[in-house]
Protein backbone atom coordinates (compact mmCIF):
# COMPACT_ATOMS: atom_id res chain seq x y z
CA UNK A 1 0.00 0.00 0.00
CA UNK A 2 3.03 2.28 1.11
CA UNK A 3 4.28 1.72 -3.24
CA UNK A 4 0.79 2.97 -3.90
CA UNK A 5 1.20 6.86 -2.01
CA UNK A 6 4.89 6.86 -3.20
CA UNK A 7 3.06 7.04 -6.42
CA UNK A 8 0.77 9.38 -6.12
CA UNK A 9 3.27 11.68 -3.99
CA UNK A 10 5.75 11.36 -7.00
CA UNK A 11 2.88 11.96 -9.65
CA UNK A 12 1.79 14.76 -8.22
CA UNK A 13 5.78 16.31 -8.39
CA UNK A 14 5.53 15.00 -11.65
CA UNK A 15 2.46 17.62 -12.27
CA UNK A 16 4.30 19.95 -11.15
CA UNK A 17 7.35 19.56 -13.01
CA UNK A 18 5.51 19.29 -15.92
CA UNK A 19 3.94 22.80 -15.31
CA UNK A 20 7.40 24.96 -15.60
CA UNK A 21 8.37 22.69 -18.72
CA UNK A 22 4.72 23.42 -20.70
CA UNK A 23 5.31 27.22 -19.58
CA UNK A 24 8.98 27.65 -20.78
CA UNK A 25 7.68 25.66 -24.35
CA UNK A 26 4.95 27.91 -24.67
CA UNK A 27 6.68 30.93 -23.91
CA UNK A 28 9.85 30.00 -25.95
CA UNK A 29 6.64 29.27 -29.04
CA UNK A 30 5.79 32.81 -28.53
CA UNK A 31 8.45 34.79 -27.95
CA UNK A 32 7.38 36.22 -24.12
CA UNK A 33 6.46 35.10 -20.99
CA UNK A 34 3.03 33.35 -21.19
CA UNK A 35 0.87 31.33 -18.55
CA UNK A 36 -1.05 29.04 -20.27
CA UNK A 37 -4.16 27.55 -18.53
CA UNK A 38 -3.03 24.31 -18.58
CA UNK A 39 -0.54 25.81 -15.99
CA UNK A 40 -2.91 26.17 -13.75
CA UNK A 41 -4.85 22.57 -14.52
CA UNK A 42 -1.28 20.71 -13.80
CA UNK A 43 -1.08 23.14 -10.45
CA UNK A 44 -3.87 22.07 -9.29
CA UNK A 45 -3.56 18.45 -10.22
CA UNK A 46 -0.44 18.22 -8.38
CA UNK A 47 -1.36 20.28 -5.54
CA UNK A 48 -4.17 17.76 -4.77
CA UNK A 49 -2.09 14.91 -5.62
CA UNK A 50 1.02 16.07 -3.14
CA UNK A 51 -2.10 17.13 -0.52
CA UNK A 52 -3.40 13.62 -0.40
CA UNK A 53 -0.22 11.70 0.07
CA UNK A 54 0.98 14.74 2.80
CA UNK A 55 -2.42 13.68 4.02
CA UNK A 56 -1.72 9.81 4.23
CA UNK A 57 1.41 10.61 5.87
CA UNK A 58 -0.04 13.11 8.20
CA UNK A 59 2.19 15.69 7.77
CA UNK A 60 0.79 18.89 9.08
CA UNK A 61 3.44 21.54 7.79
CA UNK A 62 3.44 19.71 4.21
CA UNK A 63 -0.89 19.76 4.44
CA UNK A 64 -0.69 23.49 5.50
CA UNK A 65 1.48 24.37 2.48
CA UNK A 66 -0.32 21.96 -0.26
CA UNK A 67 -3.83 23.24 0.98
CA UNK A 68 -3.48 26.73 0.86
CA UNK A 69 -1.55 26.50 -2.96
CA UNK A 70 -4.95 24.85 -3.95
CA UNK A 71 -7.14 27.84 -3.13
CA UNK A 72 -4.49 29.96 -5.50
CA UNK A 73 -5.19 28.03 -8.26
CA UNK A 74 -8.51 27.12 -8.44
CA UNK A 75 -8.75 30.71 -8.23
CA UNK A 76 -6.95 31.78 -10.84
CA UNK A 77 -9.16 29.69 -13.18
CA UNK A 78 -11.84 31.24 -12.02
CA UNK A 79 -10.40 34.59 -13.09
CA UNK A 80 -9.57 32.72 -16.38
CA UNK A 81 -12.93 31.72 -17.07
CA UNK A 82 -14.60 35.16 -15.38
CA UNK A 83 -12.41 36.41 -18.56
CA UNK A 84 -13.51 34.73 -21.34
CA UNK A 85 -17.19 34.42 -20.75
CA UNK A 86 -16.87 38.66 -20.46
CA UNK A 87 -15.27 38.48 -23.96
CA UNK A 88 -17.83 35.78 -25.13
CA UNK A 89 -20.73 38.77 -24.07
CA UNK A 90 -19.18 41.53 -25.45
CA UNK A 91 -18.38 39.91 -28.61
CA UNK A 92 -22.15 38.74 -28.66
CA UNK A 93 -23.25 41.87 -27.89
CA UNK A 94 -21.18 43.52 -30.54
CA UNK A 95 -22.48 41.26 -33.47
CA UNK A 96 -25.88 41.65 -32.35
CA UNK A 97 -25.42 45.52 -33.33
Given at each position: ??????????????????????????SE??????????????????????????????????????????IV?????????????????????????
Amino acid sequence: MINVWIGIGLLGQLCFFLRFLLQWIVSEKRGESIVPIQFWYLSLAGSMLVLAYAIYRQDPVFILGQSMGSIVYIRNLALIYRKRRLLLARKLSDESF
